[in-house]
T-cell receptor, first 114, second 110 residues
C-alpha cells in the first residue's frame, strides 16, 4: 500500500524558531512536493523535487527552503517561522516522469506559529 | 490572476440529484486536468483525470473538458451523502507539478 508519512500531525512553534517538517515515502517515487492549504485559497505549491538533491520553486517559496538528500525523504524548512506561516502543510509524492500528476498525499501537518 | 478558478460553494444538492462542479483555467498551454476529492480533515485523493476534449466517464462520475472555452467540469450522478466533500480541480501547467484551484464544497442533503 502506498504510504506518505509526515512526521507530526500537529506542531506549535514560536515566532522566529527554525522549523523542520519531514516527509517520507516508501514507494520509490521520483517526485515529491510540499503544498500548504489555507481556507479559501486551496493548495498552493511551495517547492517540489524530481530527483535527489534537485529542487524547484513553486508559487510561494518565500520564507521556506527544502532538502532532499535521499530519494525517500523531502524536508521543508522554515528558517524563521512567522505567524503568517500558520497553515496545514501537505506533502505528496508521485511515481515518475510520465505520471507525475497522480499525487499521493500524506496526512498533513497543522502548524501553528505563535 | 489565479490560474485555476473554482466557485467555493457550498453547492447543495438533494440525494439522487446530479451535482455539477465547474472549473476554469487561464493557461492555454495546460494539457491535462484532474479532480481530487477531499473529505473534511483528510488529504486529497485523485478521482478523475482528463486529457482530451469531450467527456470521460467512470461510474457515477463524468469529467468534461472544453479547451476552447478553458473549462473543466465534474458531474456526479445519483449523488449520495457520502459524496459530501471538497472537490479540487487541478491543472498540469507544464512544470511537472500541479496547480490547484481553491476547491468547491459539495453538500448532498439526505
Amino acid at each position: 500500500d502506498v504510504k506518505v508519512t509526515q512526521s507530526s500531525r500537529y506542531l506549535v512553534k514560536r515566532t522566529g524558531e527554525k522549523v523542520f517538517l519531514e516527509c517520507v515515502q516508501d514507494m520509490d517515487h521520483e517526485n515529491m512536493f510540499w503544498y500548504r492549504q489555507d481556507p479559501g485559497l486551496g493548495l498552493r505549491l511551495i517547492y517540489f523535487s524530481y530527483d535527489v538533491k534537485m529542487k524547484e520553486k513553486g508559487d510561494i517559496p518565500e520564507g521556506y527552503s527544502v532538502s532532499r538528500e535521499k530519494k525517500e525523504r523531502f524536508s521543508l524548512i522554515l528558517e524563521s517561522a512567522s505567524t503568517n506561516q500558520t497553515s496545514m502543510y501537505l506533502c505528496a509524492s508521485s511515481p515518475g516522469r510520465s505520471s507525475y500528476e497522480k499525487l499521493f498525499f500524506g496526512s498533513g501537518t497543522q502548524l501553528s506559529v505563535l | 490572476q489565479k490560474e485555476v478558478e473554482q466557485n467555493s460553494g457550498p453547492l447543495s444538492v438533494p440525494e439522487g440529484a446530479i451535482a455539477s462542479l465547474n472549473c476554469t483555467y487561464s493557461d492555454r498551454g495546460s494539457q491535462s486536468f484532474f479532480w481530487y476529492r477531499q473529505y473534511s480533515g483528510k488529504s486529497p485523493e485523485l478521482i478523475m483525470f482528463i486529457y482530451s476534449n469531450g467527456d470521460k466517464e467512470d461510474g457515477r462520475f463524468t469529467a468534461q473538458l472544453n479547451k476552447a472555452s478553458q473549462y473543466v467540469s465534474l458531474l456526479i450522478r445519483d449523488s449520495q451523502p457520502s459524496d459530501s466533500a471538497t472537490y479540487l480541480c487541478a491543472a498540469d501547467t507544464g512544470r511537472r507539478a500541479l496547480t490547484f484551484g481553491s476547491g468547491t464544497r459539495l453538500q448532498v442533503q439526505p
